[in-house]
């Protein structure tokens, strides 16, 4: 079984997050892939940043700065989209075109926000989209809408999100829950996971590619 360790945003490498030299570290610390987040600009250009844009906000990564960086590097990446703009996930479809990077760039997303890209499938069938599952429990009675893949997981930043999904899905039910994803078709991943007993949770479901803050750990843990 391979397992790939995915950076998030590049945190804990002591480099600005979503730039280049985070990225750099990430893999460098052994990550094979990077997620990242995507924003609209007041006019209309996408840059890579978590946070709403400001006027303060100093040289933010460009989508082509970015799209460049993933060619080279030929690692897989995994784009948040910040909003449900049709404009951001028609740029970012532009921009996997010009560079025919289909097998290499995701598109994932709350259900809020990645309604647009998962219409856009339509249209591009290639487009790997892969949402948030906001309430995995319900897949039992209704499978989600198709897609490339789903994001399990919890944010360690919301109080309780990891108690409270553990208690929601016990082990044998997030078993359950992967292995009907896959039967349907779906890449199933996990984040943002940081510490060893979420790690070893998801792990023993089956699930190979998780993003963390903490390379090193999850290296250790999946390998």
């Excluded at 990242?36 to 250009?45: M, Y």
């Excluded at 998962?118 to 009675?141: D, T």
């Amino acid at each position: 079984m391979s397992f790939v360790v995915i950076s998030h945003r590049g945190r804990k490498t002591g480099e600005k997050e979503n730039s280049i030299a985070a990225f750099e570290k990430a893999i460098k610390m052994g990550a094979e892939g990077i997620e990242c987040d995507a924003r609209l600009t007041f006019d209309n250009e996408v840059i890579i940043i978590h946070d709403r844009v400001s006027e303060t906000d100093k040289e933010p990564l460009t989508l082509p700065e970015l799209f460049l960086y993933i060619k080279k590097k030929e690692a897989p990446f995994f784009i948040e989209v910040k909003s449900s703009s049709k404009v951001l996930i028609e740029k970012i479809i532009e921009e996997i075109e010009k560079e025919d990077l289909w097998q290499l760039v995701h598109a994932i997303g709350f259900s809020t926000v990645i309604k647009t890209a998962l219409k856009a499938q339509e249209k591009y069938p290639k487009l790997r989209v892969m949402p948030f599952v906001n309430f995995p429990p319900f897949s039992f009675i209704k499978v989600p809408q198709k897609s490339y893949g789903l994001f399990l997981g919890w944010i360690d930043e919301w109080r309780g999100s990891q108690f409270l999904f553990r208690k929601l899905i016990p082990q044998q039910r997030l078993e359950k829950l992967v292995k009907l994803y896959k039967k349907n078709g779906f890449k199933v991943m996990a984040g943002v996971i940081n510490n060893e007993k979420g790690l070893r949770y998801f792990k023993n479901a089956g699930i190979t590619d998780i993003v963390t803050d903490e390379i090193e750990l999850t290296s250790k843990i999946l390998k």
